[in-house]
């Protein structure tokens, strides 16, 4: 043991940077260690509770038989960066050179966190569509930048494209997109698209888009690539995750496409915060991507998918939780003003801890919480029988608010 000098006083200073002091635990996991706590059927965080397809992880049992366990390239496999270069064009017509213009990230929350930091100066305004995923704020403040919010209006989630022009200013540096949308579902249409690209244009602004639920779309919505507008590829970033496309989210191997200018900028910082990723998953992945257009994945995973959304939604229908229509993604949003509840948070803790099942409150996607509308998510990226006793439980929501 070692002793002290005699007389001698330790100083410790424990305060933490402020960019940082108003950070607290995500809703996802409050909800979840809630949701644990009181063994509620847990509909809240988005992710699946199912294996993922069988065919991806035999690929990365082989690849890390196969010895593949070190570093790999700081910007992906060049045969995973190939495969997605290869996907994506198929998809939108770009000629994609993989070197110059794929990397592949720790998931797509680490390559927006990257861009913005490679991008964001203090000071810089950061326009964003509001509700939005949680990661984007933090992401912004640890930039020093500051966030403008342009609305979507439930229950069409629309905005005006007048709204976003006027969050314009001199000092904004980007606009930040999600399509298909979390937390609402939104796809954003074509003409949407071509409102943001005009002002992005006007502005000489970089787009940063989020993607990653790209795959998942219903009822004959289309996903369009901002990057594929006229005089948008050299402006725009475009982040996606083979996590959600092939449901294996603990795999955290998202990617970024786009110019080699915003390439070098991503990697600048990627290669400081994990450098590479995890390099048996990559190849994986790889395998993923050849392999899923000849054996009709992409197709099965939208039926299933379309099925899920079906079974939840009947479920809430039943329940006295309507669902608002939804065209993407893995979620569905509810009104709740019905139940006598004033927030979202407490609507969710009282499904929590009384009837067993668990949804997120999105007003933590607001810039001010108490402006949310009166609405809850539920995830439905489940097994059936999960989405089945969810619907049990659910069972008489309605007639036990009423009677609190």
């Not at 059927?41 to 294996?51: C, E, I, K, T």
């Not at 038989?65 to 017509?93: K, M, V, W």
């Not at 979202?344 to 509308?373: H, K, M, N, Q």
Request: glycine share 8%.
């Amino acid at each position: 043991m070692i002793e002290r000098p005699s007389g001698e006083v330790p100083t410790v200073r424990h305060d933490i940077a402020q960019r940082i002091q108003a950070f607290t635990p995500t809703v996802f996991a409050e909800m979840s260690a809630l949701s644990a706590q009181h063994g509620a059927v847990n509909l809240g965080q988005g992710f699946p509770d199912f294996a993922g397809p069988a065919f991806v992880r035999e690929a990365a049992n082989r690849a890390i038989d196969a010895g593949h366990n070190q570093y790999a390239h700081p910007a992906g496999l060049p045969r995973l960066r190939s495969a997605i270069a290869a996907a994506f064009s198929s998809r939108t017509g770009l000629d994609i050179d993989f070197d110059l213009h794929v990397t592949v990230t720790s998931g797509a929350t680490e390559a927006i966190f990257d861009t913005i930091m490679a991008l964001v100066d203090p000071g810089d305004e950061i326009i964003c569509f509001e509700p939005f995923y949680d990661s984007y704020p933090a992401s912004v403040t640890m930039a020093g930048g500051t966030m403008r919010v342009v609305r979507l209006e439930p229950p069409g989630w629309t905005f005006r494209i007048d709204s976003l022009r006027a969050a314009v200013t001199e000092r904004t540096r980007l606009i930040l997109l999600n399509t298909p949308h979390n937390p609402t579902g939104k796809v954003f249409a074509k003409d949407e698209l071509e409102g943001v690209a005009e002002t992005a244009r006007e502005h000489d602004l970089i787009v940063i888009t989020d993607e990653v639920y790209d795959r998942i779309t219903f009822d004959g919505a289309r996903h369009i690539s901002i990057a594929t507008l006229p005089g948008m590829w050299e402006r725009t970033l475009t982040i996606n995750s083979t996590g959600k496309t092939f449901s294996l989210t603990g795999w955290k191997i998202g990617y970024a496409i786009g110019p080699e200018w915003l390439q070098h900028a991503l990697r600048s910082v990627h290669q400081f915060v994990t450098f590479a990723t995890a390099t048996p998953f990559q190849h994986a992945m790889a395998d993923g991507l050849e392999q899923a257009s000849e054996n009709g994945y992409y197709e099965t995973l939208l039926q299933e998918y379309d099925a899920r959304r079906t079974v939840l939604a009947t479920h809430l229908d039943a329940a006295g939780l309507p669902a608002l229509p939804v065209q993407g993604s893995y979620f569905l949003m509810t009104p709740f003003d019905h139940l006598g509840f004033e927030t979202d948070v407490a609507v969710c803790r009282w499904l929590i801890e009384d009837i067993g099942v668990t949804p997120i409150p999105p007003s933590a996607f607001y810039i001010d919480p108490t402006t949310a509308p009166k609405l809850i998510r539920f995830c439905f990226a489940k097994e059936r029988a999960t989405l089945d006793e969810a619907g049990r439980r659910l069972a008489g929501t309605l007639s036990r608010a009423q009677g609190r």
